[in-house]
């Protein structure tokens, strides 16, 4: 089994920063790809950042700029780091790895972390 854990979700101000954590431990795996969504109340579940292997990165466009993913291969983990924050920021983030075990491949989710920015 797989498990994928986040952490450092919290409450800020508008302007400042938070660093979202996220590991995923288990069973021996390949990470293909490790990504970021998240979900604000009443809206669908969007896709924040994603790195794909050790360097690809790609943002969904109202984060470009301000929020940088990062992994680290040797502890299975990547970071989200968020600067200038905003209130639409306001959402819980979910991280997503991407894994093949044994040849297969599936998706594993985190069960999220709250994320409030206020103005």
């Known amino acids: 089994q797989v498990q994928v854990v986040e952490s450092g979700g919290g409450l800020v101000q508008a302007g400042g920063s938070l660093r979202l954590s996220c590991r995923a431990s288990g069973t021996v795996f390949k990470i293909n790809s490790m990504s970021w969504y998240r979900r604000a109340p009443g809206k669908q579940r969007e896709l924040v950042a994603i790195?794909?292997?050790?360097?690809?990165?790609n943002y969904a466009d109202s984060v470009k700029g301000r929020f940088t993913i990062s992994r680290d291969a040797a502890k299975n983990t990547v970071y989200l780091q968020m600067n200038s924050l905003k209130p639409e920021d306001t959402a819980v983030y979910y991280c997503a790895a991407d894994l093949t075990i044994d040849l297969w491949r599936s998706d594993w989710w985190g069960r999220g972390t709250q994320v409030t920015v206020s103005s």
């Open positions: 790195v794909i292997g050790d360097d690809t990165t």
